[in-house]
């Protein structure tokens, strides 16, 4: 059973521009959350989707927008970045919605010039 | 979703028993309260859930009392390898929810 993967591992963009970050579940779980982690402060929750569908979103604009796939893979798209996008993101996979047991990726450190 | 309040640091030395605390006031009746702990340039990694009274696991107990205004987390004697953040996190199980880690607690573990 493999765990939570993400890629790629570091990303350098400028300001402006549109990023990908890729998530891959553990394995039969139908949850991903995404989250960025500002350095020494605690993850913040971008959105949630279950089943391919939003289940929740924190306080982030319209740029920021998911997919989850029916494999349960999963991307986060940010358009128009800004240079306080700078951060660690970070997806989780969980079984069920919510705050049920949440397995995270070693994250993607984006550095915005 | 309830907004939790943990001290900023605590430190403590290896073999003893460490006990954080995590206020959260307005907790609602389908919360859930969770524990999580992060080492530097990692995620997070599940420590224990709990819904009332006491949960016990192969790492830590939690105690909740019946009020639900609080938690505290116990690890039992810690070792330097326990020096990490520890997120207490409050909120329910159902759609639309919001998930919120807050600032957590560095422990550092002292030999």
């Known amino acids: 059973e493999t765990g939570v993967t993400q890629s790629p591992t570091h990303l350098i963009k400028t300001r402006g521009q549109q990023v990908t970050l890729r998530c891959s579940s553990q394995?039969?779980?139908?949850?991903v959350s995404w989250y960025q982690q500002a350095l020494g402060q605690g993850p913040q929750f971008i959105f949630q989707?279950?089943?391919?569908?939003?289940?929740g979103r924190g306080n982030f604009p319209p740029r920021f927008s998911g997919l989850q796939f029916p494999n349960y893979s999963s991307e986060l798209n940010v358009n128009a970045l800004e240079l306080d996008d700078s951060a660690l993101y970070l997806c989780?996979?969980?079984?069920?919605?919510?705050?049920?047991?949440?397995?995270f990726g070693p994250g993607t450190r984006l550095t915005v010039l | 979703l309830a907004k939790t309040t943990q001290p900023i640091s605590m430190d403590s030395y290896e073999g003893q028993e460490v006990n954080i605390t995590c206020s959260h006031n307005?907790?609602?009746?389908?919360?859930?309260i969770t524990w999580y702990q992060q080492f530097p340039s990692q995620g997070p990694r599940f420590i224990i859930q709990?819904?009332?009274t006491k949960v016990t696991n192969e790492v830590a107990s939690l105690f909740i009392p019946a009020d639900r205004k609080s938690s505290t987390l116990s690890l039992p004697r810690v070792s330097l390898s326990d020096t990490a953040v520890y997120y207490c996190?409050?909120?329910?199980?159902?759609?639309?929810?919001?998930?919120?880690f807050g600032k957590g607690t560095r422990l550092h573990i002292l030999p």
């Open positions: 989780a996979s969980s079984l069920g919605r919510g705050v049920n047991e949440q397995f």
């Open positions: 394995s039969g779980h139908n949850t």
């Open positions: 996190l409050v909120g329910g199980g159902g759609r639309d929810d919001k998930i919120i």
């Open positions: 307005n907790i609602a009746t389908n919360d859930y």
């Open positions: 989707y279950y089943r391919e569908e939003e289940n």
């Open positions: 709990g819904y009332k």
